[in-house]
């Protein structure tokens, strides 16, 4: 279904995240043992194939973009919701983690924006920061830079864009391609 018509599957997509994450609910053991390998498969399938989703190995947390506006992070080790970022004003086009799983970047085609969030940590002290869940940085894109070209599909545009990390900078690429990118304050 993902790989056939992704961009319809995109109303969908928190949801279906949810529905498989469920799978990997400790509390029903033999359903996570049972399923945990085909769960994994999907999730990754999910990612390679959605830039509004990341999953970060060390923290176990997986995001999710929506056409909502909102950012729905998931803990995998519970497969609970962890956190719900909200701050955007159009559908998100691409999420993605720092390295160390304590930020996240997220773009907005439909708002021509990058935002930069602290996510925190699961630590007792990760949830008492004012920063934690919170918009930090925002940046405006150029129009000219996401608008949709000649002889080119509005729907796919929803899927050629991804943001990166580097060490101090936010990129934000376009079918692979670096198109621009904004520093960032730690």
């Given at each position: 279904i ?7 599957m995109?109303?969908?997509l928190p949801?279906?995240?949810?529905v498989?994450?469920n799978t ?7 359903v996570?043992q049972?399923?945990m390998?085909h769960s ?6 999910i990612?390679r ?10 923290t ?10 909102l950012i729905?992070?998931f ?13 955007h004003?159009g559908a ?14 997220s ?6 924006r ?12 990760g ?29 796919a545009?929803?899927m050629?864009f ?20 904004f520093?960032?304050?730690?």
């Amino acid at each position: 279904i993902f790989k056939l018509c992704p961009t319809q599957m995109l109303p969908a997509l928190p949801r279906a995240v949810e529905v498989v994450l469920n799978t990997l609910d400790p509390a029903n053991p033999l359903v996570r043992q049972s399923l945990m390998q085909h769960s994994t498969v999907a999730l990754k399938e999910i990612v390679r194939t959605f830039p509004q989703t990341t999953f970060h190995r060390d923290t176990q947390r997986f995001a999710v973009g929506t056409v909502d506006a909102l950012i729905v992070i998931f803990d995998v080790r519970t497969a609970t919701k962890w956190r719900v970022l909200e701050g955007h004003e159009g559908a998100i086009s691409a999420v993605t983690f720092d390295a160390a799983g304590q930020r996240l970047a997220s773009f907005s085609c439909a708002e021509g924006r990058i935002r930069y969030w602290e996510t925190g940590n699961a630590g007792p002290f990760g949830l008492f920061s004012s920063k934690v869940g919170r918009c930090v940085q925002q940046f405006n894109v150029s129009p000219s830079l996401t608008r949709v070209g000649e002889g080119e599909d509005e729907s796919a545009l929803r899927m050629a864009f991804r943001v990166l990390f580097t060490p101090n900078a936010v990129v934000l690429t376009r079918d692979g391609n670096p198109i621009c990118d904004f520093k960032i304050r730690k």
